[in-house]
């Protein structure tokens, strides 16, 4: 992309949930600029990273969930292309020197679900977990999600399970685990709505920070860049994650660390809820803090960050 005219190129992973969100943003900037609505204005290409590539160990295990970001920031970097969509969750809350997060879109429900096989009974909500059977083997490779289900049930099994939503529900299928647990918003954007689905309440599962909610980088400097993804931005979802991620960095937060976030704006004031655990469940600790909203993402950032300071010392 050069000057004020040409393609916008736009990066993303290959995933069918990756390939929907990149679409969604491709849509939202031709509906922004009438001149990128013609057939090639808005160009995706598709960047395998080293998250897709390797899946048989743990993000943990293989350097966290920046390896879902890192080749798509060196082809923004390089000019390659314009502008990246990412899934909030996944992006790193420090970016590389010369990108900058510049828009947000609107976020989906942030809530996760549990999806059980056929024959585990009924459940609903907050009660899903009640229903599953004495040992139950569970496939997940988030410690967020282990941690909250191993403080409500400590009999359950845990066994990992990492891929795209289609292979881990295919791996549901095949009989590797009783029941797994996605993002709502994952399976709302896929258009699809499983057998056995149950939807957790927030108070029985805490998102992960920034979930729900796509994001989009830009290199910084870049006008015509910065200046179109500014107007997809969504204000009201940037002031929640900007608040979430701050949380997550003073604690430090990694692939290693069972850590939950949600913020939620309520009538002139933002209310952030947070979670430290330890990944066998044991010692939850979470808290709910509310300040008054504030326009500047920064000092939603900084709100956050306080948050987690406070947090931080009561660290299991």
């Known amino acids: 992309m050069t000057g004020d005219g040409g393609p916008v190129r736009i990066g993303t992973r290959g995933s069918p949930l990756a390939l929907a969100q990149a679409r969604i943003v491709a849509a939202g900037l031709a509906a922004a600029d009438p001149a990128l609505a013609v057939e090639g204005g808005v160009e995706t290409v598709v960047i395998r990273t080293t998250g897709d590539a390797v899946q048989d160990r743990t993000l943990a295990e293989i350097g ?33 020197e010369g990108l900058v997060l510049a828009a947000a879109l609107p976020r989906e429900d942030p809530r996760d679900v549990l999806i059980v096989r056929p024959g585990l009974g009924d459940g609903a909500d907050g009660a899903a977990f009640a229903m599953l059977p004495h040992g139950a083997r569970i496939g997940t490779a988030s410690l967020r999600r282990q941690a909250q289900l191993l403080a409500a049930r400590p009999d359950l099994q845990v066994a990992p399970m990492r891929g795209n939503v289609g292979t881990r529900l295919d791996k549901l299928a095949s009989g590797e685990a009783d029941a797994t647990l996605l993002a709502l918003a994952g399976l709302r954007r896929l258009g699809l709505s499983p057998a056995g689905m149950h939807v957790l309440a927030v108070e029985a599962m805490l998102p992960a920070v920034a979930q729900a909610a796509i994001g989009i980088t830009a290199r910084r400097g870049d006008a015509r860049a910065l200046a179109l993804a500014a107007r997809l931005n969504h204000a009201p979802t940037l002031a929640c994650v900007s608040a979430e991620r701050g949380f997550l960095t003073a604690l430090d937060g990694s692939c290693r660390t069972p850590i939950a976030g ?30 008054r909203a504030a326009d ?20 299991p």
């Open 64 to 96: 966290g969930k920046g390896l879902f970001t890192k080749e798509i920031d060196e082809a923004q970097l390089d000019g390659r292309v314009d502008l990246a969509v990412h899934s909030m969750k996944d992006l790193p809350t420090a970016l590389p």
């Open 296 to 315: 500047n993402p920064a000092d939603l950032a900084a709100f956050g960050h306080r948050c987690g300071r406070d947090l931080a010392g009561a660290m």
């Open 262 to 291: 949600l913020a939620t704006l309520r009538a002139g004031a933002i209310v952030l809820e947070g979670l430290v655990a330890a990944p066998d469940g044991r010692g939850v600790v979470r808290r709910l803090w509310t300040e």
